[in-house]
């Protein structure tokens, strides 16, 4: 037996999922061709070309033209169950995935008809493959004057009946200043929601603690090495913001020399509680298992380390304390099973 099977028999928990991101080529080409959407126009082009070699830093970009594709309830049931397979061969029990309703509100599609189909396919999912999945509704940083309608279908009695466990600013930091959103995330506050934001990327420290100070986070999806920043540590220490981090973008958005120098020793060694995610498994060719190998091929990750981030996904969550306890005790069973089975 090996780490890697270890790896594999590891439950874990996902909760920096994007779904445009975690939908395949195929099954996108899929939608288009359902819903007659020419994709051989020279404008469709190089948003097709870009589903198989995306420039990271235009993700959100690319998600706002994809989604436009998926014009009925169908389309969505399909991919959230293909989802939720592709969760299951990766052994994760539980994943909190990003969407930004609002795209797939049209004319034909209420809100409610939305929440339907993810909920149909999530229902599936869990039917089939066991794998529970819940939704953060994502406020993109260009689109300011839609937060408080974002925050307020994530709290309206659908939202909480669909399973919406949080909300969380996306997009890039320089798209639209934080004050934008104070007002939005001052209401998500009012219920005990998870509160995200991808941040640090550009404003680096400073733009993490002005975040986190500003929209009152409780948890925060960044590249940048907060562990080498005593004053960003401190702030998210304060604060108890767990960090969400995606490996695999770390040169992406940093480079070569920042991928090698990340301090992810520090941070698993701190008081911050760290978990990592595949961000998007079909645009960056990824999957969750291949972070966790990532984090002990590149980093130096122990198996106690593993186990760590697998718990901390668990307490990092927007579930239940009663469901969080079910769960951390499952895993804590399938840990200990996992080290008999695979590490002797």
């Known amino acids: 037996m090996s780490i890697e099977s270890f790896i594999q028999a590891l439950p874990k928990v996902e909760l920096g999922l994007q779904f445009e991101g975690c939908v395949s080529v195929e099954a996108w080409r899929n939608v288009a061709d359902l819903n007659e959407v020419n994709l051989l126009l020279r404008a469709m082009r190089p948003w097709v070309a870009a589903l198989e070699n995306p420039d990271v830093a235009k993700l959100d970009e690319l998600y706002g033209v994809v989604s436009q594709w998926a014009k009925y309830p169908e389309d969505v049931i399909r991919m959230v169950y293909d989802i939720g397979v592709m969760l299951h061969k990766q052994n994760v029990k539980y994943a909190e995935i990003g969407i930004t309703p609002t795209r797939y509100m049209t004319g034909e599609t209420s809100f409610e008809e939305v929440m339907e189909a993810l909920s149909d396919g999530r229902d599936r999912a869990k039917r089939g493959w066991g794998v529970e999945m819940a939704w953060v509704f994502n406020i993109p940083r260009d689109e300011a004057r839609r937060g408080d309608e974002i925050v307020r279908l994530a709290n309206s009695t659908i939202g909480r009946r669909h399973n919406v466990v949080g909300v969380a600013l996306s997009g890039t930091e320089s798209a639209q200043q934080l004050a934008g959103f104070e007002r939005s995330f001052a209401t998500a506050a009012k219920r005990p929601i998870v509160r995200a934001a991808r941040t640090g990327e550009i404003l680096g420290g400073s733009g993490i603690v002005d975040a986190v100070k500003a929209l009152s986070l409780t948890r925060i999806i960044s590249t940048w090495p907060v562990a080498s920043d005593e004053a960003v ?86 579930l239940q304390d009663e469901q969080k306890q079910a769960m951390l005790d499952l895993f804590k069973a399938e840990i200990a099973a996992a080290r008999s089975a695979h590490l002797g």
């Open 233 to 318: 540590m401190a702030a998210l220490a304060e604060a108890g913001v767990a960090v969400t981090l995606p490996l695999s973008q770390v040169k992406a958005f940093g480079g070569a020399e920042a991928e090698a120098a990340y301090p992810l020793r520090q941070l698993l060694d701190s008081d911050v509680r760290v978990t990592l995610t595949a961000n998007a498994t079909h645009r960056l060719k990824t999957n969750p298992n291949e972070q966790y190998l990532k984090a002990v091929k590149d980093y130096g990750a122990t198996a106690d380390d593993l186990a760590a981030l697998a718990l901390n996904g668990v307490h990092a969550s927007g």
